[in-house]
């Protein structure tokens, strides 16, 4: 069974650094686009990053050089690296596997329907 499970989150101050991982079970990552996107209640998940399968990376404008997206095949696992935190950074962070259907592009790494399998979620505060 297809699984992904995200870990890393937690509390942090403003200017802070915290990393995500997403780990998958049940299929290997390297063949897919890997999307972290988040959520706020209230709100729509929002896509924060992307990184395609042969590694071309995307990014929202919110975080762009802020947040940097990496990936370890061998230990099938994504990564995303988040720092100079700010509150509005909040929420709870997913990461999702898009299986079928074309390469992401600036367009449509963000648009949760494109993707396929997703983890529980992590839980990301900023606060001081």
């Known amino acids: 069974q297809e699984q992904l499970a995200e870990s890393g989150g937690g509390l942090v101050q403003p200017g802070g650094s915290l990393r995500l991982s997403c780990a998958a079970s049940?299929?290997?990552?390297?063949?897919?686009?890997i999307g972290w996107f988040r959520q706020v209640p209230g709100k729509e998940r929002e896509g924060v990053s992307c990184?395609?399968?042969?590694?071309?990376?995307y990014y929202a404008d919110s975080v762009k050089g802020r947040f940097t997206i990496s990936r370890d095949n061998a230990e099938n696992a994504v990564y995303l690296q988040m720092n100079s935190l700010e509150p509005e950074d909040t929420a709870i962070y997913y990461c999702a596997a898009r299986v079928r259907g074309p390469p992401p592009t600036a367009q449509t790494m963000g648009v949760p329907l494109e993707y396929d399998y997703w983890g529980q979620g992590t839980q990301v505060t900023v606060s001081s």
């Open positions: 990184i395609s399968s042969i590694g071309s990376k």
């Open positions: 049940g299929f290997t990552l390297d063949y897919y686009a």
